[in-house]
């Protein structure tokens, strides 16, 4: 039997604000346990929630990047539970109206570009964290992430394959961050995600029942979980048994999901609106505004490099991964003139320092303008292309400018045609069998005199101009 995946995706991502959604609490990641709380947060009697307008602000970003319908009505809700992480006895959600719906994103996957509906934005505030005692049967609460201010991206169940599910993920990923609403830290959990995974016959409308999918920390651990989670299921059809609705656990170590609890029926969380919460009317001048302050997203900049630098759309896709390699890449490009020499050497060079050092672009010593420089000097061959490796790693090293280490080493190029003509005649003298066997058709022997020539120069004769005059003098004209 060949069968279809059917993949919905559930994306939090934490809000990229000082203060956390409901009270003046810090967000900062790492602080003491329990350091970053208020009664606020602690759900006290008597306490009053207050909203943050910054998450609105940011979850409006969201909503336009990703073509939703922004309500002009949207409230609060309870979301109730139990669960020793939770102070309150609920979570601040919201329900029958979410502050966004019906949006949609483009991606490319397995060759195919498709359409990938959003269902729905909503704002809502985290829970704690339980930190489990391995030495004793104790388990302590740290409400610092309590009350930290979330957006929960939820898409329709569109994703026909594990590699859609993981190149969705990564465009919401690269949206996030472009707009600077989300730092996507997958690591300290500012960018989570669960999956709804279900199988069905090729040719069945219904969908078939689905499996949740939940600690999964990577991009690569989400396709990874998605494809043995769709294996497991086609061999619970093929074998006659049925698939459980449950939510399971992804275990990396053992690269297998295993059951965590079942979910026979859907949670009744007895949603109902918060009432110490009005509701959050959004007009249209305040939904114009935000579009005002939008950057241009990672997309349409990648169309744009393609276009406007005439570079490959493998360079564009590197270069607008992240918005400040981007911004980097353009500032040089606007200083040298030269898009793929400058593609060149950010994607290669620079990106390999960086990459063996973890740092990121923002702390790279090499400036923009200290690459267009070096750029420059190659253009107009003050350098040689090889001079110019030696030259951007001591940039990179030492935060010096192209000038100052040529002028420091002494590695300008030799261009004086005469000069080399010189020295090229020295070596043709004092290589006359060399010369025979080039004059007699073994030109692979033309490499010889060009590594006498830059042996005797040090490496620094313009190249071209040495293999010009080599054919010129060899040739006996």
């Known amino acids: 039997m060949e069968f279809e995946t059917v993949i919905g995706l559930e994306v939090h991502a934490q809000m990229l604000t000082d203060t956390k959604i409901f009270c003046n609490c810090s967000t900062k990641f790492g602080g003491a346990p329990n350091s970053h709380a208020c009664p606020v947060c602690l759900g006290m009697p008597g306490v009053l929630p207050v909203l943050n307008k910054k ?37 601040i959600s919201q329900f029958a109206y979410p502050i966004a719906e019906h949006g949609h994103i483009w991606l490319e996957a397995n060759g195919r570009k498709r359409k990938i509906g959003i269902t729905r934005i909503h ?9 489990h005692d391995e030495n004793q049967p104790a388990s302590y609460v740290d409400l610092n992430r309590t009350g930290v201010p979330l957006i929960e991206i939820v898409s329709e169940p569109d994703m026909r394959s594990p590699e859609e599910a993981a190149e969705y993920l990564k465009r919401l990923h690269e949206i996030l961050v472009y707009l600077e609403i989300c730092d996507g830290n997958m690591e300290e959990g500012s960018f989570r995600c669960d999956a709804n995974v279900s199988i069905r016959p090729r040719d069945q409308h219904e969908f078939g029942t689905r499996a949740e999918l939940k600690n999964m920390n990577s991009f690569r651990n989400v396709q990874r979980a998605l494809e043995y989670e769709v294996k497991r299921q086609q061999y619970l059809v093929e074998n ?9 656990l992804w275990d990396d170590a053992q690269g297998v999901t295993n059951p965590m ?44 490099f393609i276009h406007d630098y005439q570079i ?17 890449y353009e500032d040089v490009v606007k200083l040298c003139g030269k898009p793929k020499q400058a593609s060149n050497w950010v994607m290669g060079d620079v990106l390999r320092f960086l990459n063996e050092e973890k740092r990121d672009i923002r702390s790279c010593p090499i400036t923009a303008g200290a690459l267009a420089d070096m750029i420059r000097l190659i253009e107009e061959g003050t350098i040689s292309g090889k001079m110019a490796k030696d030259v951007i790693d001591e940039m990179y090293r030492t935060g010096k400018s192209p000038q100052e280490i040529i002028e420091e080493r002494g590695l300008v190029q030799i261009t004086d ?18 010369v025979k066997e080039y004059r007699s058709g073994k030109e692979k022997i033309f490499g010889f005199f060009v590594g006498q020539v830059m042996k005797a120069t040090q490496g620094k004769a313009n190249p071209k101009l040495v293999n010009d005059l080599l054919k010129k003098m060899l040739a006996g004209s």
Not at 55 to 81: D, G, W
């Open 55 to 91: 998450v609105v602000e940011f979850a409006m970003k969201m909503a336009l990047a990703t073509n939703c319908t922004i309500n002009p009505a949207n409230s609060f809700a309870r979301k109730n539970y139990f669960y020793p992480d939770l102070p309150k006895g609920y979570q």
């Open 123 to 131: 704002m809502e505030e985290d829970a704690g964290k339980l930190i």
């Open 240 to 248: 006659g048994q049925a698939v459980i609705q449950e939510t399971r």
């Open 261 to 304: 609890r079942s979910k026979e029926e859907a949670h009744d969380y007895r949603y109902f609106p918060d009432p110490d919460l009005v509701p959050v009317v959004v007009d249209g001048a305040w939904v114009e505004e935000i579009r005002a302050g939008m950057p241009e997203l990672p997309l349409v900049r990648r169309e744009r």
């Open 312 to 328: 490959p759309a493998y360079d564009a896709g590197v270069l607008t991964a992240e918005k400040a390699l981007a911004d980097y």
């Open 417 to 434: 045609e005469g000069a080399l003509a010189a020295t090229i005649a020295g070596i043709i003298d004092a290589s006359p069998g060399q």
